[in-house]
């Protein structure tokens, strides 16, 4: 990819998104707070131009390019019912008197392509049901789970293929989740869950 | 509905957040670690921008009162990214 | 339309409530994590999105979805850090076998 083409496309991108954020902050368009809009989006692209350039140069970042438009759209709709799954699960799991919870620490190997779709992935982990992003190590992720029953999203893999497929057509193997209880002494055993 | 029965289940809805603002602060002060604080705090942040909405609307400056929200928003998440980093480089973070 | 609004805004104070709960009641710093992210997350989203709706479509509701769309994607983040910061000082999970620990 051409260096300074993609440096430019992602300065307009950046000041486009910042434009649109200070009308939606200010709400007036006299000459007055445009100026104002103006001067604030040059010092805030001037303080993160250094941020701007290395986002540009990683090449890693080019996944944002083959993003499935479809299934991007589609994928915030299924990601709200998951979020409204897990919610009542964690309530019921916190409301209920005995505590019904068996924690452990699960990781995998997640060969998803450059740091954009790693973040929608961690993301979603910890906000869906009884899993939680712990620690992301190049491709390797550390997840924490509260109970068995519902981790099962990562444990099968679902949710990877899911972040997979909405950046490139080929899908994820199998993710291979171990399974350990402590965090320095690792004793990892393969899942599904045995306790 | 009328404008004053809105204003009465906002207020009780207010009341029902102040609790559950008031009580991480249990997990503050007892926490057996500094990371059972910081989360104390960041559940306290998250309830106190809905209280500040909240109160906005009961004034009805609720223009006024979002972008004192959104500013509180963003000093609470950067205070925990901060306060994740120091103590992830620290060693003796654990208390 | 309000109606609908204020319903939305008790099931996020509902939700803000089991949250605050769960930070109090679970035994350790990473099940108390589970609690600060999922349920808080959805009960600001879902106030939010109620204010929203009773303040009916003028510029503080494109505000109030700016707040949800913000927030969204930092408390996980934010949680995601802390959480981070613990494994790497080495906090060991608990687990069923260890009893209460309050």
């Keep these: 990819m051409n260096a300074p083409h993609s440096r430019a496309i992602h300065f307009a991108y950046e000041i486009l998104a910042l434009g649109l954020l200070w009308l939606g902050f200010s709400g007036k368009i006299d000459p007055l707070h445009l100026s104002f809009g103006v001067i604030s989006i040059a010092i805030v692209v001037a303080m993160t131009r250094t941020l701007v350039v290395a986002l540009s140069d990683d090449h890693e970042n ?8 479809g299934r991007a759209l589609a994928y915030p709709y299924w990601l709200s019912w998951q979020i409204m799954v897990a919610n009542f699960q964690v309530a019921r799991m916190i409301l209920s008197p005995k505590l019904p919870i068996n924690p452990a620490i699960l990781r995998f190997n997640s060969a998803l392509p450059g740091a954009l779709p790693k973040v929608v992935l961690g993301n979603s982990i910890t906000l869906t049901p009884g899993t939680f992003t712990l620690d992301i190590d190049g491709d390797s992720f550390l997840v ?19 972040v997979a497929a909405l950046f490139s057509d080929r899908l994820e193997e199998e993710p291979g989740v171990e399974l350990s209880f402590s965090v320095s002494k690792p004793r990892w055993k393969a899942a599904p869950w045995t306790m | 509905m009328e404008g004053r029965t809105v204003d009465y289940v906002i207020s009780a809805l207010a009341f029902i957040i102040g609790i559950a603002l008031l009580l991480p602060f249990y997990r503050v002060i007892k926490g057996p670690t500094v990371f059972d604080r910081m989360v104390g705090v960041s ?18 400056r609720i223009d006024m009162f979002i972008d004192i929200a959104i500013a509180y928003a963003m000093l609470n998440f950067l205070g925990s990214i901060v306060i994740a980093k120091y103590l992830e480089t620290s060693p003796e973070g654990r208390t | 339309m309000t109606v609908l609004g204020l319903v939305l805004l008790f099931a996020g104070a509902c939700f803000v409530l089991i949250g605050s709960i769960g ?19 959805l009960g600001l989203v879902l106030s939010m999105a109620g204010l929203a709706i009773i303040q009916g479509g003028d510029l503080s509701s494109i505000k109030l979805l700016l707040i949800v ?34």
């Design chain 3, 23 to 41: 930070v109090i009641r679970l035994p350790d710093f990473y099940t108390r994590a589970h609690a600060a992210s999922k349920p808080d997350t």
């Design chain 3, 69 to 102: 769309a913000f927030v969204a994607i930092a408390n996980p983040a934010a949680t995601h850090a802390l959480g981070r910061s613990a494994v790497r000082s080495g906090l060991e999970p608990w687990t069923v076998g260890q009893g209460a620990k309050r």
């Design chain 2, 43 to 60: 559940v306290i942040g998250t309830k106190t921008i809905i209280l500040i909405c909240l109160t906005g609307f009961a004034f009805g």
């Design chain 1, 144 to 162: 924490h789970a509260i109970s068995p029953q519902t981790a099962q999203g990562v444990i099968d893999g679902s949710m990877q293929q899911k």
């Design chain 1, 62 to 69: 080019a996944a944002v390019g083959r993003l499935h438009l």
